[in-house]
């Protein structure tokens, strides 16, 4: 299967690495600075293999090598533009969080999507965690019972190093703040598991050390659900002096279960009131992982890989990118307006947050 890469920055490597693992044919490489594509190759020794082409312009590329699958992972503010153009051709994607800035953008993809018969992965890698799938078994099979609440904590660093690598970090237009970019993957886990289906949102956000930023790094949110349970979301990017956990908490009427790790990657609570064999295995799972991004882009690509072979959705598909966008967006808007979110939530950008903190 023909595979192109869209844009060569931070999370790049973990593309290039799944689409390696997958056994993909690497076409082309595309970013507008020469370098980044140059550097990405030479961190998997490819430098010098000339069947893979090198672009500055995406549509140039779509049109002279027609790959069947790419991953968009250039600036967040430019993912929505690219996918649709993506889609116009015909390529199948996977797209970087968050799939979009606004919902306008997200539905315009789902929608343009359906018309083309393209397939459409959210790069929501996290559910494809060890302890998150066994987590996700035990919601599935009724373990937990009546759900009460649940909790998603990210606790990280990002100091002024990081935002100096790229100057759209931190911007509204092209970035948003830290539930935006770092949270995301939490948020969609909690909505995910609690039953994705959501009353009204009620968020604050600050900026409180950030101020060389446009965007929020911190932000708390309550979030009804339409099956009755509560949850609760924090994230922020103010934890001195490096990361400390992401960390997702399910409460059942039978059942209690902590995913910790610094990115929901080990179980640190597994208690079922039926409890069997099997579940002596997962009291302190933990996977190892080289990063923080953990191990599910290589999952996520085979998956999308068999959704295109199999002309079937696949397993993280565009509207699980929309959910886990609008509770972010839900909760920019709740600080802006200062009262509860009800959802659905429409025609909302980051960039309607636009002086929020100046």
Same mark, same amino acid.
């Given at each position: 299967?023909?595979?192109? =890469?869209?844009?060569?920055?931070?999370?790049?490597?973990?593309?290039?690495?799944?689409?390696?693992?997958?056994?993909?044919?690497?076409?082309?490489?595309?970013?507008?600075?020469?370098?980044?594509?140059?550097?990405?190759?030479?961190?998997?020794?490819?430098?010098?293999?000339?069947?893979?082409?090198?672009?500055?312009?995406?549509?140039?590329?779509?049109?002279?090598?027609?790959?069947? =699958?790419?991953?968009?992972? !250039?600036?967040?503010?430019?993912?929505? #533009?690219?996918?649709? /153009?993506?889609?116009?051709?015909?390529?199948?994607?996977?797209?970087?969080?968050?799939?979009?800035?606004?919902?306008?953008?997200?539905?315009?993809?789902?929608?343009?999507?359906?018309?083309?018969?393209?397939?459409?992965?959210?790069?929501?890698?996290?559910?494809?965690?060890?302890?998150?799938?066994?987590?996700?078994?035990?919601?599935?099979?009724? +373990?937990?019972?009546?759900?009460?609440?649940?909790?998603?904590?990210?606790?990280?660093?990002?100091?002024?190093?990081?935002?100096?690598?790229?100057?759209?970090?931190?911007?509204?237009?092209?970035?948003?703040?830290?539930?935006?970019?770092?949270?995301?993957?939490?948020?969609? =886990?909690?909505?995910?598991?609690?039953?994705?289906?959501?009353?009204?949102?009620?968020?604050?956000?600050?900026?409180?050390?950030?101020?060389?930023?446009?965007?929020?790094?911190?932000?708390?949110?309550?979030?009804?659900?339409?099956?009755?349970?509560?949850?609760?979301?924090?994230?922020?990017?103010?934890?001195?002096?490096?990361?400390?956990?992401?960390?997702?908490?399910?409460?059942?009427?039978?059942?209690?279960?902590?995913?910790?790790?610094?990115?929901?990657?080990?179980? /640190?609570?597994?208690?079922?009131?039926?409890?069997?064999?099997?579940?002596?295995?997962?009291?302190?799972?933990?996977?190892?992982?080289?990063?923080?991004?953990?191990?599910?882009?290589?999952?996520?690509?085979? /998956?999308?890989?068999?959704?295109?072979?199999?002309? +079937?959705?696949?397993?993280?598909?565009?509207?699980?990118?929309?959910?886990?966008?609008?509770?972010?967006?839900?909760?920019?808007?709740?600080? +802006?307006?200062?009262?509860?979110?009800?959802?659905? =939530?429409? /025609?909302? #950008?980051? !960039?309607?947050?636009?002086?929020?903190?100046?």
């Amino acid at each position: 299967m023909k595979y192109a =890469l869209i844009g060569c920055g931070r999370i790049a490597v973990n593309h290039m690495k799944a689409a390696i693992n997958n056994k993909l044919k690497i076409v082309a490489v595309c970013d507008v600075i020469p370098e980044k594509m140059e550097e990405l190759l030479a961190k998997f020794d490819l430098q010098n293999n000339t069947t893979i082409k090198k672009y500055t312009d995406y549509k140039e590329m779509l049109d002279a090598e027609q790959p069947e =699958l790419a991953s968009i992972a !250039t600036e967040s503010g430019n993912h929505a #533009s690219i996918a649709l /153009d993506c889609i116009e051709k015909g390529t199948n994607i996977i797209i970087e969080k968050p799939m979009a800035m606004s919902i306008e953008d997200a539905d315009r993809i789902i929608n343009l999507a359906e018309v083309k018969n393209v397939k459409v992965s959210a790069c929501h890698q996290n559910r494809f965690n060890i302890a998150i799938q066994e987590l996700r078994k035990a919601i599935e099979s009724g +373990r937990f019972g009546k759900l009460s609440h649940g909790s998603i904590h990210v606790r990280w660093n990002r100091n002024h190093g990081y935002y100096d690598q790229a100057s759209w970090r931190g911007t509204w237009a092209q970035d948003g703040g830290a539930l935006m970019n770092q949270c995301i993957h939490g948020i969609d =886990l909690l909505r995910w598991m609690m039953g994705d289906e959501i009353e009204e949102i009620y968020g604050a956000t600050r900026q409180q050390f950030h101020d060389y930023l446009e965007a929020e790094d911190v932000g708390m949110a309550v979030v009804k659900f339409k099956n009755g349970a509560i949850g609760t979301i924090e994230g922020t990017t103010n934890v001195y002096p490096k990361n400390l956990e992401e960390t997702l908490y399910i409460f059942g009427e039978n059942g209690t279960v902590k995913i910790g790790g610094t990115s929901t990657n080990n179980i /640190d609570v597994w208690d079922f009131a039926d409890e069997t064999e099997a579940d002596k295995a997962n009291k302190g799972l933990e996977e190892q992982t080289s990063n923080v991004y953990g191990n599910g882009h290589t999952s996520l690509f085979a /998956d999308v890989i068999d959704a295109i072979k199999n002309d +079937r959705k696949p397993y993280v598909d565009a509207v699980a990118g929309r959910n886990a966008l609008e509770v972010v967006l839900s909760i920019y808007k709740s600080q +802006r307006d200062g009262v509860a979110v009800k959802l659905p =939530l429409k /025609d909302f #950008s980051s !960039t309607d947050m636009k002086g929020e903190f100046r």
